[in-house]
């Protein structure tokens, strides 16, 4: 099994910052990517970013060149940097980890809210 703790979210005005972090533990040698997703009320869970174990990442098109993805193996914790936010970015974000090729596991989500 693998477990997460997302922390990191928060209230930020627009064009603000904030740091998401998601630590993993368990069989976190069976991770074979990790990423965020997130949820807005009355909208579908969606992919924001994620990264493979490999390093390689990719970004939804409504962050790219806003958000940016990491990891620190030592920590076994990924971030996830917001910059120039947006109200629209508004959502509950998840850290979800893939594990083992098919199994899923996901953080209890951590409340993003942006301010006009």
């Known amino acids: 099994q693998v477990q997460l703790v997302e922390s990191g979210g928060g209230l930020v005005q627009a064009g603000g910052s904030l740091r998401l972090s998601c630590a993993a533990s368990?069989?976190?040698?069976?991770?074979?990517?990790m990423g965020w997703y997130r949820q807005a009320p009355g909208k579908q869970r969606e992919l924001v970013a994620r990264?493979?174990?490999?390093?390689?990442?990719n970004y939804a098109d409504s962050v790219k060149g806003r958000f940016t993805i990491s990891r620190d193996n030592a920590k076994n914790t990924v971030y996830l940097q917001m910059n120039s936010l947006k109200p629209e970015d508004t959502a509950v974000y998840y850290c979800?980890?893939?594990?083992?090729?098919?199994?899923?596991?996901w953080g209890q989500g951590t409340q993003v809210t942006v301010s006009s």
């Open positions: 979800n980890a893939k594990w083992r090729v098919v199994r899923n596991s």
């Open positions: 368990g069989s976190i040698f069976s991770i074979n990517r």
């Open positions: 990264i493979t174990s490999g390093g390689s990442t």
